[in-house]
Nanobody, 125 residues
Framework: VQLQASGGGSVQAGGFLRLSCAAS????????VGWFRQAPGKEREFVAA????????LYTNSVKGRFTISRDNAKNTVYLQMNSLKPEDTAVYYC???????????????????WGQGTQVTVSS
């Protein structure tokens, strides 16, 4: 499975962006896609995750109410809609995927087998 992330860019604080993560190859409804980000000098951190089957999504506290993860199963694509962006959201965003992750593993980057390339998100004040 290959993952292709896109949609990053530069916006002002309060703006929005939509990131896309397209999965190619064999996937299934049990496939989980997560979004992580890494700011300069910081460790990669969890942002959000959801399974292709839908159901419960998980968000880190700092993005709750601002970011929304959605999916288009026909396109094997997961989106991350990012609204009310803040300068602290500036980072390289990565999508990652794995099969059959249980909900409690969604935040654990070590549980993801596949990673896409990063896409830069820059939010200016």
């Amino acid at each position: 499975v290959q993952l292709q992330a896109s949609g990053g860019g530069s916006v002002q604080a309060g703006g929005f962006l939509r990131l896309s993560c397209a999965a190619s190859g064999r996937t299934s409804s049990r496939y989980v896609v997560g979004w992580f980000r890494q700011a300069p000098g910081k460790e990669r951190e969890f942002v959000a995750a959801s399974s292709l089957r839908g159901g419960t999504s998980l968000y880190t506290n700092s993005v709750k109410g601002r970011f929304t993860i959605s999916r288009d199963n026909a396109k094997n694509t997961v989106y991350l809609q990012m609204n009310s962006l803040k300068p602290e959201d500036t980072a390289v965003y990565y999508c990652a995927g794995s099969y059959g992750l249980i909900f409690s593993d969604y935040e654990n980057l070590n549980r993801y087998a596949y990673w896409g390339q990063g896409t830069q998100v820059t939010v200016s004040s």
